[in-house]
């Protein structure tokens, strides 16, 4: 299975290849935090949700209305994108 990944740190665009045809949003994100040390894209607090500091979206929808959020399955060609949450000050 092939999933696309994109972000707006130094990743970029690339193609995770999966050997299993049942791959989670968890998953991906599990392989891509293995690609960056230290990127802590899933709350350490709450394995369930990401960390306030990331978007994650799937197919341009947040992972938050997803049916099983970072447990719901992808398909062949889906596209995942997380980023860095842009924060605000004043």
Known sequence: MKI???????????????????????DVIQKLSQRQQGLGVIKESNPM?????????VNGRDYVFLPQRLDSL?????????SVSALGGG
Not at 4 to 26: A, C, H, W, Y
Not at 49 to 57: K, L, N, P
Not at 76 to 81: F, K, L, P, S, T
């Open 4 to 26: 696309t990944l994109k972000s707006n740190f130094d990743i970029g665009v690339f193609e995770m290849e999966f050997p299993q045809s049942q791959v989670t949003l968890r």
């Open 49 to 57: 949700e990401i960390d306030a500091g990331f978007d994650v979206r």
């Open 74 to 82: 992808l398909k062949d060609g889906d596209q995942v994108e997380v």
